[in-house]
Every structure is written in C-alpha cells, then in structure tokens.
T-cell receptor, first 115, second 110 residues
Framework: GNSVTQMEGPVTLSEEAFLTINCTYT??????LFWYVQYPGEGLQLLLK???ADDKGSNKGFEATYRKETTSFHLEKGSVQVSDSAVYFC??????????????WGLGTSLAVNP | DAGVTQSPTHLIKTRGQHVTLRCSPI?????VSWYQQVLGQGPQFIFQ???????GRGNFPDRFSARQFPNYSSELNVNALLLGDSALYLC?????????FGPGTRLTVL
C-alpha cells in the first residue's frame, strides 16, 4: 500500500541553521509528492510539490527533490528563521486514474527555531 | 480570491449529539475532501467528492457521512458523537494536483 514516513521530531535549531527533514514513501506507480506546513493555531498550507521524478519543488527558501531511486522527498532550507517554527507534513497523492486525489500523510515533524 | 472557507470555526457538542460542518471550495474547484486531524497527528482522510459524487472514503464508521451540492460546497455530518471525535476537521478543495485547505473546524465533544 501507500505510506509516508517522516523523521520524528521535535527538531530544534538555532536561527540561520541548515534544516533537513527526511521523508520517504512507499507507493505504486508515480505518486505526486507534497510538503505542507501548519503554523501554530492555523490550518495546513501547501509549501511545495513535485509531480514527477527529479522534479524540485521550492518555495520560501525551502526545497525538496523527488528522488524515485531512493523513494525520498527530503525537505531542506539553508538558513531557518524563527518564523519557520511550525509542523511540517510530507504527503503523497497516489497515481490513480480519474479524480481520486486523496492525500496520504506522514505524522508530521515539529520544528522549533530559537533566536 | 477567496480561499477555502469552513464554518463554524469552533464547535462544542456533547456525546450522542450530531454535528454538521460546512465547506465552500475555491471558485472553480470541483473536488472537495474532508480530513480529521487529531491533536499531534497528521490528517486522516475521511471522504472525497467530485462533481457531487463520492470518489473516495477513508476508514471511518458509518456515523460519518458527507455530501456535495451543485455549487460544489460540501457538508460533513457526524452522528452519535463520541469523545474520540474531538478533532480539527479540515476541508480541502482541488483543481488537480495538491489540495488547498481551509482553516478547519475545531470540534470538541464533551
């Protein structure tokens, strides 16, 4: 079946540190991959996405590359800020015919950035 | 452009009651999905509707039901509420890849 595994948190970093949050997946075919962010007290926001192998999604300084050979979609940012403190979710959308676009989620990784 | 809107934002119910949550998708989006997010966990898929038809159902009991209207808005109904139904209920609309989420409805069951 389809599943997403994220590194466990919480992750605590100092401002301007390098961030990596690991995400690996299991899926048949060619799923689409996503990173969502949930700031405290808010809903989920799409951070970035990649729809095929070797695609790189990027937004707000965050990047993730769709690696089919390692079934991974690790999230990276070169220099984190306090405002990046949030919970980050990796998700996949299975490759299905039709309009079934349900998302399968990792458990989330909490990031705290200290000044 | 307005994003996905949900109502109410917060709701308190007691065990055994029923609840109706509402969602309006982004204009032009025909697909609406519902998720349950228990505190500290990732969202769990409940339903997806596309063009008023159910296209997917997660592992939730029959107490949970939903429908989509001709204007693509949607309702999620939960009957015979249990304490374990307390969660953030998220609605997402979709044009294609990825989904755009509303702010959610925080349901507390006492």
């Amino acid at each position: 079946g389809n599943s997403v595994t994220q590194m466990e948190g919480p992750v605590t970093l100092s401002e301007e540190a390098f961030l990596t949050i690991n995400c690996t997946y299991t899926a048949t075919g060619y799923p689409s991959l996503f990173w969502y962010v949930q700031y405290p007290g808010e809903g989920l926001q799409l951070l970035l996405k990649a729809t095929k192998a070797d695609d790189k999604g990027s937004n707000k300084g965050f990047e993730a590359t769709y690696r089919k050979e390692t079934t991974s979609f690790h999230l990276e940012k070169g220099s984190v800020q306090v405002s990046d403190s949030a919970v980050y979710f990796c998700a996949l959308s299975p490759h299905n015919a039709g309009n079934n676009r349900k998302l399968i989620w990792g458990l989330g990784t909490s990031l705290a950035v200290n000044p | 452009d307005a994003g996905v809107t949900q109502s109410p934002t917060h709701l308190i119910k007691t065990r055994g009651q029923h609840v109706t949550l509402r969602c309006s998708p982004i204009s032009g989006h025909k697909s609406v999905s519902w998720y349950q997010q228990v505190l500290g966990q990732g969202p769990q898929f409940i339903f997806q509707y596309y063009e008023k038809e159910e296209r997917g159902r997660g592992n939730f009991p029959d107490r949970f039901s939903a429908r989509q209207f001709p204007n693509y808005s949607s309702e999620l109904n939960v009957n015979a509420l249990l304490l374990g139904d307390s969660a953030l209920y998220l609605c997402a609309s979709s044009p294609d890849f990825g989904q755009f989420f509303g702010p959610g409805t925080r349901l507390t069951v006492l």
